[in-house]
């Protein structure tokens, strides 16, 4: 079992930044893809991006490529979505999620985070 924590959410003012942390726990995320997903309510969860269980190539989104990045310190068994000119659409509760020895790009994911809400102002 791989229990996951986030934090670093928070009110931000659009064009602003925020780095959200993802931190692991049970296990080594070292064998784990690792993906962010948020979700707006009354929406279905949507992918942001994930980064390789290896940690050498990342996917993004369209809506946030460019602005948004993930970096993952193994040692520490942590992840962190940095994001980059927020905008208002930003706004969602941003959820971490592993997946083991993971596909980047539209596979499943087999844990989950509580989620930590990001609002961005106008």
């Known amino acids: 079992q791989v229990q996951l924590v986030e934090s670093g959410g928070g009110l931000v003012q659009a064009g602003g930044s925020l780095r959200l942390s993802c931190a692991a726990s049970g296990r080594s995320i070292r064998t784990y893809t690792m993906g962010w997903f948020r979700q707006v309510p009354g929406k279905e969860r949507e992918f942001v991006g994930a980064?390789?269980?290896?940690?050498?190539?990342?996917y993004f989104t369209d809506s946030v490529r460019g602005r948004f990045a993930i970096s993952r310190d193994n040692a520490k068994n942590v992840v962190y979505l940095r994001m980059n000119s927020l905008k208002p659409e930003d706004t969602a509760v941003y959820y971490c999620a592993a997946a083991y020895i993971g596909k980047l790009v539209g596979g499943s994911f087999d844990y989950w985070g509580q989620g930590t809400q990001v609002t961005v102002s106008s």
């Open positions: 980064i390789s269980y290896i940690g050498d190539s990342s």
